[in-house]
C-alpha cells in the first residue's frame, strides 16, 4: 500500500548549546515538520510514501525536498513557489543555568516563522496539479493533520476537499496535531469535524481534553462517531484503539529515558501506519507505534530510524509479561525476548 503525506515542512535552527536564543552563538541547520517527519518513518519501515507540499525557491526549500528524498520519500508533487518562503522555526533548549529567561533542564519551546510560507498557499486548486493528483489517485494511505487547518483559509479548504472525496481502498488518518499558537486569531471550532470525517484519527489524551473537552477514549468515541478508529494516546503511559463498534485494544509504552520528546508523536503516527497497511491486528500497531515513538524519544531532534525489522518482529510478538519488561534508551532497547534471543543465535 503507498501512502501520500500532505502539509507543511519547515527549516530547522538547533541551537549548539541550551539557554536563551540570546545567549546562543550558533545553530545546526535541519528540517521539521510533522507530515514529513510521519513521511520519513513510514519510507524507513518499507512503506512506499510520497509527501505533498509546497517550498519557497530558496536554499531552505531545496535542502528540506532533497532531504526528503534521501530518506526515500517521493518528492515529484512538491511545488515550488516563487514568492513565498520556505517556513522556519528555531528551537530553544532549557538549561540549569541561572538566565531570568532559561526555560530550564528538560524543557523546550518552538519558535515559528512561518506567517505567509510557501506552504500556507496550499489549496484545493492542488488537486488539478497533475503530479499530486496521481500520487493521490494511487494512494491508499492518505495522512493529514490539524497543523494544515491552521495556516490558511485556502489549506482549510483543501483539507476539507481531500475528506469529501472518499475513494474505494483509501484510508483518510487525522493526527489532531494541537498547535495552540498557531490557532491564534482563527477558529479551532473546525477540528472536531474534520476529525470526524476522517477514517483513522489519532490525538493525545492532553490536546484531546484541550480542544474537545475531554481525553478519555470512550467519550472521545460518542463525541466522534465515524472514523473506524480512534487512537487515543495517554503520553508515556498507554495508547488505546477504540473501534466504531465501541471494541477496545489498550498496550501499554514501554519505559523510555527520554532524551528529546519533539517527534514523537509523529513517529508514533508513523508505526501505526505501517502495520495498519500491514493488516496486523490492534495490539501489533500499537506496539509498533509505541517501539517508533521510543526511537525518536531516545534521539536528537525530529526523526529517528526505527528498530531493526528483526527486533521489531519479536517485539511485536511478545508475551504481555514480556513486552512489560521492555526498556528503551539511547543506547538501544533491553527486552528478556531479545536477551533470549541472542543466546539462541550464538
Known amino acids: 500500500m503507498a501512502a501520500v503525506c500532505l502539509g507543511e515542512s519547515m527549516a530547522v535552527l538547533l541551537p549548539d548549546r541550551p539557554g536563551p536564543l540570546e545567549s546562543v552563538e550558533s545553530f545546526r541547520h535541519t528540517i521539521g515538520g510533522a507530515e514529513s517527519n510521519v513521511a520519513c518513518t513510514l519510507a524507513a519501515l518499507g512503506t512506499p510514501t510520497a509527501w505533498i507540499s509546497r517550498v519557497g525557491d530558496d536554499g531552505f526549500g531545496r535542502r528540506l525536498t532533497a532531504e526528503l528524498a534521501a530518506h526515500g520519500v517521493d518528492t515529484?508533487?512538491?511545488?515550488?513557489?516563487?514568492?513565498?518562503?520556505?517556513?522556519?522555526?528555531?528551537?530553544?533548549?532549557?538549561s540549569p543555568g541561572t538566565h531570568p529567561r532559561d526555560l530550564g533542564p528538560g524543557r523546550s519551546r518552538l519558535h515559528y516563522y512561518r506567517t505567509g510560507s510557501a506552504a500556507a498557499a496550499l489549496g484545493p486548486s492542488l488537486l488539478d496539479d497533475p503530479s499530486a493528483a496521481a500520487l493521490l489517485a494511487g494512494a491508499g494511505l492518505l495522512h493529514l493533520s490539524g497543523i494544515s487547518a491552521a495556516l490558511s483559509d485556502s489549506c482549510l479548504a483543501?483539507?476539507?476537499?481531500?475528506?469529501?472525496?472518499?475513494?474505494?481502498?483509501?484510508?483518510?488518518?487525522?493526527?489532531?496535531?494541537w498547535r495552540p499558537a498557531l490557532w491564534?486569531?482563527?477558529?479551532?471550532?473546525?477540528?472536531?469535524?474534520?476529525?470526524?470525517?476522517?477514517?483513522?484519527?489519532?490525538?493525545?489524551a492532553d490536546e484531546a481534553e484541550a480542544v474537545l473537552g475531554t481525553g478519555d477514549p470512550a467519550a472521545l468515541r460518542a463525541l466522534l462517531p465515524s472514523p473506524a478508529t480512534l487512537v487515543v494516546k495517554d503520553a508515556d503511559r498507554q495508547a488505546t484503539a477504540i473501534g466504531r463498534d465501541g471494541r477496545t485494544v489498550t498496550e501499554p509504552a514501554p519505559a523510555v529515558a527520554v532524551?528529546?520528546?519533539?517527534?514523537?508523536?509523529?513517529?508514533?503516527a508513523a508505526g501505526y501506519l505501517h502495520a495498519t497497511a500491514r493488516g496486523l491486528d490492534q495490539r501489533r500497531r500499537l506496539r509498533l507505534g509505541h517501539l517508533c515513538a521510543a526511537a525518536a524519544l531516545t534521539t536528537p531532534g525530529d526523526r529517528a530510524r526505527p528498530p531493526a525489522p528483526q527486533v521489531v518482529a519479536r517485539l511485536l510478538d511478545a508475551t504481555p509479561a514480556?513486552?512489560?519488561?521492555?526498556?528503551?534508551?539511547?543506547?538501544?532497547?533491553?527486552?528478556?525476548?531479545?536477551?533470549?534471543?541472542?543466546r539462541d543465535d550464538r
Open 184 to 204: 491564534h486569531g482563527r477558529d479551532a471550532s473546525v477540528l472536531p469535524a474534520l476529525l470526524d470525517a476522517a477514517d483513522l484519527v489519532l490525538l493525545g
Open 158 to 177: 483543501l483539507l476539507h476537499a481531500l475528506l469529501a472525496d472518499r475513494r474505494p481502498g483509501r484510508t483518510v488518518s487525522f493526527d489532531l496535531n
Open 259 to 268: 532524551v528529546e520528546a519533539t517527534g514523537a508523536g509523529d513517529a508514533f
Open 322 to 342: 514480556q513486552w512489560a519488561a521492555t526498556r528503551v534508551d539511547a543506547s538501544g532497547i533491553v527486552s528478556p525476548l531479545l536477551v533470549q534471543t541472542r
Open 76 to 94: 515529484s508533487a512538491v511545488a515550488v513557489d516563487p514568492l513565498r518562503p520556505t517556513g522556519l522555526y528555531v528551537k530553544e533548549v532549557g
